[in-house]
T-cell receptor, first 112, second 114 residues
């Protein structure tokens, strides 16, 4: 059974800092891994999708890496802004039409 | 990518009643999923809904409590039946894209049962 863990559970940083969110998964046989952002009481916004054959994906200030052999993914946020404050969730998918297994999330606060 | 319209966005319901949540997708999709997010928790899959067949429920979720309809390739509903305060959660529908197998989520329904 796949288990996904995110560290840290919460992170508070000043504006402008570069930061790294960590995600680990127990079963390396994943199809893809996806990072989401969730604002309080809202749905999920997809940030980055990494296929199992890829090592990283980039979108603007965000970069996500994937190391299947070690069961790890990281989300790098450059030059953080207060608008980045949200909960960040990673989710692993085991097959092409399989369900997602979510981590518990990292609550990020970026203060001015 | 596909856009999902989910409604209602929030509701406050009396215990013992039922609420039906709707998700409309702007394109045809093979599979739709329903997730629950309890307060302070991450997301848990309730069931997978395929058009023209019964939904497939995850362990701990039953059809009598969470009946699901999938009448066509762009629409699905989830009903939360005979509600209790323990059902207070955010409910989200999602789809998987046939091309890259990435997920898109609806905006969620925040349910409070009193």
């Amino acid at each position: 059974k796949q288990e996904v863990t995110q560290i840290p559970a919460a992170l508070s940083v000043p504006e402008g800092e570069n930061l790294v969110l960590n995600c680990s998964f127990t079963d390396s046989a994943i199809y893809n891994l996806q990072w989401f952002r969730q604002d309080p009481g809202k749905g999920l916004t997809s940030l980055l999708l990494i296929q199992s054959s890829q090592r990283e994906q980039t979108s603007g200030r965000l970069n996500a890496s994937l190391d299947k052999s070690s069961g790890r993914s990281t989300l790098y946020i450059a030059a953080s802004q207060p608008g980045d404050s949200a909960t960040y969730l990673c989710a692993a998918c085991g097959t092409s039409y399989g369900k997602l297994t979510f981590g518990q999330g990292t609550i990020l606060t970026v203060h001015p | 990518s596909a856009v999902i319209s989910q409604k209602p966005s929030r509701d406050i319901c009396q215990r013992g009643t039922s609420l039906t949540i709707q998700c409309q997708v702007d394109s045809q999709v093979t599979m739709m999923f329903w997730y629950r997010q309890q307060p302070g928790q991450s997301l848990t899959l309730i069931a997978t809904a395929n058009q023209g067949s019964e939904a497939t429920y995850e362990s701990g979720f039953v059809i009598d409590k969470f009946p699901i309809s999938r009448p066509n390739l762009t629409f699905s509903t989830l009903t939360v039946s005979n509600m209790s305060p323990e059902d207070s959660s955010i409910y989200l529908c999602s789809i998987i894209h046939d091309g890259n197998y990435g997920y898109t989520f609806g905006s969620g329904t925040r349910l409070t049962v009193v």
